[in-house]
């Protein structure tokens, strides 16, 4: 079996982000693009797109007005080659929710709820992309066998454009019907 018949001619080719701008919204749903290839994402378990969309209210609801929490959002992170990551979610400036691209410079927070099939790339390839971009804070969710995630911490240094590692919480996360939602995080 070749690769041409397992995806279709453009997966194999650098794509501008002029080319991607002009795809429908599902076109792009699914997929990232990295160094200006796409690489599909498999579908998420319930289970990952619950907490993820949790803990996007939760980040909302403390953030204040100002700012917006989403899931299932792209951040353009570079132009050339064309790098657009889709964290679970994103804290960004509520003026900028109708500027498209989504831009670094919009984006206060990412969050990756890691899964089986994107370990490496939550724990080490998004770490180093979302640091040269200039995103303040990344968040990483680890979701352990005990139900309760641990969620992991870092702080871009400026000067260097590199994350510190900071605390690692144990989450718990609880939402009253329908709301509020409250996030507990006790230190580790």
Known sequence: MTAEMVAPAWMHEQITAEQYDSWSEEQ??????????????PNAAKRHNRLARILANALEAAAGPDWNADTNLDVRLQDVPLTNRRPDVVVYRAETIDITPTRPEHVLLVAEVVSPDSETTDRIVKVDQYAKAG?????????????????YTYVLDPASRAYREGD?????????????????????
Request: with cysteine; proline share 6%; net charge negative.
């Open 28 to 41: 792009c749903a699914g997929v990232e693009i990295v160094d200006g290839m796409v690489v599909v994402s």
């Open 135 to 151: 995103i303040a804070f990344y968040r990483r969710i680890e979701q352990a066998a005990t139900g309760v995630p641990l969620v």
């Open 168 to 188: 690692v919480c144990t989450g718990v996360v609880k939402a009253a019907a329908p709301f509020p939602v409250e996030i507990d995080l006790g230190q580790t």
